[in-house]
Each structure stands twice: as C-alpha cells, then as structure tokens.
C-alpha cells in the first residue's frame, strides 16, 4: 500500500514536471524530464521500500538512514549520466551537476548523521534503562536531552519502573502481612489447643478428683470460647476485606446508639471498677449507617478501653458534629501507646513492643475489624493526641 502510495505521488510529479518542460522548452524535453523522474524517482522508491522490508537486517537506524541517503544520492547520480547522454548536455555541465548532486548527497549525509546523535542516545538511554529493570534495578530514572516523542516515551517508562516498585512493594508487604497473620493465627490457636489437649488428657487418666475434672472442664470451656471469638473475629475480618458484607444503611440516632452502648459495657467496667460515661449534645444530626456494625465499634472500642484502664479510672464516648458528618470518640485513663504502637495499632495481630497494642484476653482482631467497619461506612478512624491514656477517634457522613 505505501508502495503503491509513493508511486502514484511520483507519477502525478513526474506528470507536471514533464507539463512545465514541455510548455517551457518543448514538448520532446517534458516527455524526457517525465521519463527521467519516472524512472529515476520510481528506482528510489522501490530500494527505499526494499531498505524498509529489511531493516531486520540493518541492526542500526544510523546505518539505515546512510543506506537511504546513499541509495538516492547513487540512483540519482545515474539519472544525472542519463540526462547527460539523452539531452545532449555538454560534460562540462553533467560533471557540474554531478558534483553538486555529490556535495549535496554528503551535506545530505551529515545533516543525517549530526541530527541523528541525539535521537540514538535517547534510545540508547531508554534501552539501558529498560535492561537495568529487568536485571532487578528500580532506581532508575531515565532521561533525554530533548522534549520531544523520546522524551514522552523515557518519561513513560520511568513511571512505569516507579509504577513497577509500588506494586512490588505493596505486594511484598501483602505477603509479609500475610505470613504474619499465619504467624498470629498459629500462635493463638497453638496455645489453647495445647492446653486443651493436656486437660483432655489429665481428665481421660482419671488421675484428677472430681473437683480438679470440674476445674479442668471450666477452664476447656474458658479456651473453647475463645477460639470461638477467634474464628468468628477472623471470618468477619475476611469478609469485611473481601466486601462479601450486606449493609443496611439507615439514620442512626447517636445518642440512643451510645448509651444503648455503653449501658450494656457497664456490667463489665463495673468488675473493674472503671466508669463509664457517654457525652452526646442533644439534637446531633442521625449518621447514615449500618447501626449493627457501628454498635460493634463502640463495643470493640469500649472494651479495649476498660482492659487497658486501672481501677479507679473513667472511660468516656462522645459524639460531636464536624463538617458534614459527625466523629465519635472512646477516651480512657490507661498508660496509652507509643507513637509507634499508633501507627499499626489497627492491623491485624500487632503486638507493641511492651505489648500493649494486642489486648489480652482479646482475640487481637478489635482494631483490625474496627477499622474495616469504618472505612466501608465511608469514614476514618485514628489516634487522637492526649496527654493521657488513648483517644479513638473515627470519623461517619451525616444522613
């Protein structure tokens, strides 16, 4: 097709270049000059076609383009001796033209190769910046001395190798989260199972009394229930994550919600000796959202706050207006966490270093679980600063 594409333009050149010779000279010397560019530029085209169709074999685009030149400048060359043959030009004038059409072909050549240097070491940059990446590399930042189709394509590839380490690294750290939970997951089922089989074992002996066998039996049933929480904490964490939820979204009254709540914790903060208390201004806007899983944050929350809070200290929930949502808040009176504790309190199994990010006697999936809820509503939740104990803070739309 470009074949055909570049004849046809030929033709109709060589057609009008034959038209002005004729009506210039006469008619003989345009159908001559038409001959001549239609032999001649039809004997270019098709070793330029030729040249293209075994580029393959060229292996540089520097001698590509000097094959082209000499192609033209050569086949041109013989149409200058065939004019000089058929038109009767004196060889005075033929060697002129010929060594114009030389020093032509060699400015041609030059022009070609000084132009050309820039464009190859934009390639060249972009080929060993391509080869680093695959030999491993993902520092690489690929540059060009000019803004143009090379510059888009090295700045292409550059994001592409920064594209390339974000994926790379949020897969690592996936896989690290991963075997970290299998880790966790190990260790908090080795030792109930561990125990349960010991019990199991003392009891199956008959070596222990009756009230050692009830003892032991309590404490089965103590380590039974929570691998049960485990699981359930586990298999809604999983569906969280996977989005396999049905929400019913609704307005949510907060300030029947919060004290709905932290009612039904009193019991519990009342075996520590822990008060608890709800601040809610009266007429807050309701929040949109799903009133079963928001009571279970404040659950998952009010509960950590009491285990991590001494005798004789105060648990506080509050709720307040904040653009166009509103934000709840769990305050405690505990010893709080470390700045580094805050920053992976919420994955799932962290233990901080003086262990106070885990809550014992938790299943470790509160703030994981707490965090998922939250952020399906469409909200936030982070550590606010307090100069004492912790502040949970987390953010819901209005209705």
Not at 318 to 345: F, N, Q, Y
């Amino acid at each position: 097709m470009r074949l055909l594409a570049g004849l046809g333009g030929l033709l109709i050149a060589a057609v009008a270049a034959g038209l002005l010779f004729g009506l210039v000279y006469s008619p003989h010397d345009g159908l001559l000059m038409a001959a001549y560019l239609v032999v001649c530029g039809g004997c270019v085209v098709a070793a330029v076609e030729l040249l293209k169709r075994r580029r393959r074999h060229a292996r540089s685009l520097a001698r590509q383009l000097a094959t082209g030149v000499g192609a033209s400048v050569g086949l041109t060359m013989v149409g200058v001796g065939v004019i000089a043959l058929f038109m009767f030009i004196s060889p005075h004038d033929g060697l002129t033209m010929a060594v114009l059409l030389l020093l032509a072909g060699a400015l041609g050549t030059y022009s070609v190769w000084a132009l050309s240097q820039g464009p190859l070491d934009d390639l060249h940059a972009v080929r060993d910046g391509l080869r680093a990446v695959g030999d491993g590399r993902r520092d690489v930042a690929i540059s060009t001395g000019a803004r143009d189709e090379l510059a888009e394509l090295a700045d292409a590839a550059t994001r592409m190798v920064v594209q390339l380490a974000e994926r790379e690294a949020e897969r690592d750290a996936a896989e690290k989260g991963r075997r970290d939970l299998v880790a966790a997951v190990s260790h908090d089922l080795r030792t109930p199972l561990t125990s349960l089989r010991l019990l199991s074992e003392a009891i199956e002996s008959d070596l222990v009394d009756a009230a050692t066998r009830r003892d032991y039996l309590e404490q089965m049933s103590g380590h039974i229930r929570s691998l049960s929480a485990l699981i359930e904490d586990l298999f809604e964490l999983s569906r969280l994550e996977a989005g396999d939820i049905q929400w019913s979204m609704q307005q949510v009254s907060l300030d029947e919600l919060v004290a709905e709540t932290v009612e039904a914790m009193r019991a519990q903060a009342d075996a520590k000796r822990v008060s608890v208390a709800a601040t809610v201004p009266a007429g807050i806007d309701p929040a949109r959202a799903d009133p079963e899983r928001l009571q279970r944050v404040l659950f998952n929350l009010i509960q950590n706050a009491i285990r991590h809070t001494p005798a004789d200290g105060s648990v506080t929930v509050l709720a307040e207006p904040c653009g166009k949502g509103v934000e709840l808040e769990v305050a405690d009176t505990g010893e709080g966490l470390s700045e580094e504790d805050r920053g992976r309190a919420f994955d799932p199994f962290y233990r901080g270093g003086n262990g106070k990010a885990r809550s014992p006697g938790g299943s470790g999936l509160g703030l994981a679980i707490c965090r998922a809820i939250v952020e399906a509503h469409g909200g936030e939740i982070w550590f606010a600063d307090s100069p004492t104990g912790t502040r949970v803070r987390f953010s819901l739309p209005n209705a």
